[in-house]
């Protein structure tokens, strides 16, 4: 198996499922982090204020994952909708995550475990 450190994310506008295989102490075996999930409010007075606190709160999203994926070097990030699309962009400008390799896929919902199946057989593990 590599020693490369890989990741998945499998992520909407409001979760996030991340998938890797190096923490701390290894990078042998691929296991599933703790959900992340993007802070949605309602009921502002006014648009501009609705659309303010809407990029807060995706930045805030994008941070918490990017916390996830330090030190990665390959990414498959998939999802409904284009907020991975978002995502990707955004690590781009990133300089920490400038030379990432992102493959980017397209999938319906699913469980973590489902996700993490997934992920092996995207880097063929």
Known sequence: MSEKKLAGIWMDSENAIVVKNHDIESSFMFFLCDPVKREVQHGNS???NANNVEQTNTTKYFK????????????YLTGTGTIQEQFKNHL????????LKV???????????????????????
């Open 92 to 99: 781009a400008e990133t300089p920490q995550f400038k030379n």
């Open 64 to 75: 918490d994952l990017e916390h996830l994926i330090t030190n990665t070097v390959e990414l």
């Open 46 to 48: 006014s648009e501009k």
């Open 103 to 125: 493959t980017l896929g397209t999938d319906q919902k699913m469980s973590g475990e489902q996700f993490l199946e997934e992920v092996k057989s995207h880097f063929n593990v």
